[in-house]
């Protein structure tokens, strides 16, 4: 039935059975740790809320149901479910990822898992030519991100699909700032999605959760097993204020991308900003790519300002009124970041500036407001 629904009726009722003790219309939150057995082995398959619970299961239905995928896992946070997924490599193993990724995802590839000699190759997967450069008998995994943080490249998931496939290779695709109401890897050939659940899918800043979702039989039963065996796992609450906020995914994203339309116009045609990143301009590089594979365009913006100094960026973010100095991103409250001492800070200076992470580089994530007020809002902060 699921296959057949359009996006807005998976998103509630999506992998979703009704409560079968009362007939709750949301599937409740079991706040629990073990389950009573009435023989050795488990009760209706749930034995220990490491391994199953009921509100977790509800939200990994519905996660492989926005995914279009047959599995959805869920784990305490982004950073979590990719850890999942290099476990499934071993030592030796090479991966290519793209050069452009949120600082988090680096941290994790080259002070974690590189100390267990798996080998990262850091490349602009907008180009073909390079990624089949890299690749060698011990490339596992290619890692995309896109469209990438925070600069907003597009990435073409088929291309890299054929790549992978040709050569045996896992393809996974971190899907956080598309979302799968803009986009979804598993149709264009990915083998893993990737979501860090706080941000677009949650979408209220109020809960940490990473999610993974696949279509192979044997690439669920490994990462069910790394879920089990790591523990990096959601709590129940956190499980059930994810689903509250899938229901709303679509109407949210409807208003993030509006927004972030006027919003880029409006920075476009104003002297006093340099240059705009959104991959729904047209002269965005691989914009005919994002019109192609994305429903829309997203509610990510980012922008140098005329000058391209520091100073100026970081007096800019500091006197906007309306939308609040944070990290994070997806969320219904509109946030501005300077991600070269935010979200990318982990990423060395010369490495980062390589991607184009400049110190003049701001970040919006633009919420669901009215466009006119925030646009009002970042006049009043250019002309300070």
Known sequence: MNKKMHFNSKVIHGGQILDKSFGSVM??????????????GGHKGYEYSRTHN???TALENALASIESGKYGLAFGSGLAAMDAVLKLLKPGDEIIATHDLYGGSYRLFTKIFETFNLKFHFVDLQ??????????????LIWVETPTNPMMNVIDIKAVSKISKENNIMLAVDNTFASPYLQNPLLLGADIVMHSATKYIAGHSDVILGALIVNSNKLEEQLRFIQNASGAVPGPMDCFLTLRGIKTLAVRME????????????LVDN???EKVFWPGLSDH?????AKKQMNDFGGMISFIPKGSSYKNAIKIIENLKIFTLAESLGGVESLAGHPASMTHASIPKNVREKSGVSDSLIR??????????LIDDIQQAITY
């Open 27 to 40: 599937p409740p939150i079991y706040q629990t740790s073990t389950y009573a057995q009435t023989t050795p």
């Open 54 to 56: 009921p509100t977790r």
């Open 127 to 140: 180009k073909i030519n390079i990624i089949k450069s890299k690749i060698n008998k011990s490339t596992k």
């Open 255 to 266: 208003r993030h991308c509006l927004n972030a339309k006027k919003i880029s116009k409006f």
């Open 271 to 273: 002297p006093l900003i």
């Open 285 to 289: 590089p691989n914009h005919l790519i």
């Open 364 to 373: 919006l994530s633009v919420g669901i407001e009215d466009y006119q007020d």
